[in-house]
């Protein structure tokens, strides 16, 4: 089993930075591949970043990449997954969603609305 817990998103203008972060606990195995996907209203859920436990895997999203960078740190025996977003756009406002998968052999990750375990989410809302 793994636990993920979020923190972080809140208001911000368009424009602007915000980062949200994300505690994993429980099976490293089955967390081997970790990201985030959003979803919008009325919308399907979108892939946003993934990352893998040693750093690899690295992916984003098309509409995101050169504005949200992913990382991870390991401190104390606690893994925190952060999701750091610069250049805010409105068209960015969603539920984000901390997610972990175990590797689908060969060290691959799939895309992470795939994942098979998820956090509750943090509204990340962006004004015009």
């Known amino acids: 089993q793994v636990q993920l817990v979020e923190s972080g998103g809140g208001s911000v203008e368009a424009g602007g930075s915000l980062r949200v972060s994300c505690t994993i606990s429980g099976s490293t195995d089955s967390s081997y591949c970790m990201g985030w996907f959003r979803q919008a209203p009325g919308k399907e859920r979108e892939g946003v970043a993934i990352?893998?436990?040693?750093?690899?895997?690295?992916?984003?999203g098309d509409s995101v990449k050169g504005r949200f960078t992913i990382s991870q740190d390991t401190y104390k025996n606690t893994l925190t997954l952060y999701l750091q977003m610069i250049s805010l756009k409105p068209e960015d406002t969603a539920m984000y969603y901390c997610?972990?998968?175990?590797?689908w052999g060969g060290g691959y990750c799939r895309s992470s609305t795939d994942f098979r375990y998820r956090g509750q989410g943090t509204q990340v809302t962006v004004s015009s």
């Open positions: 997610a972990a998968d175990p590797s």
């Open positions: 990352i893998d436990r040693n750093g690899g895997n690295l992916h984003y």
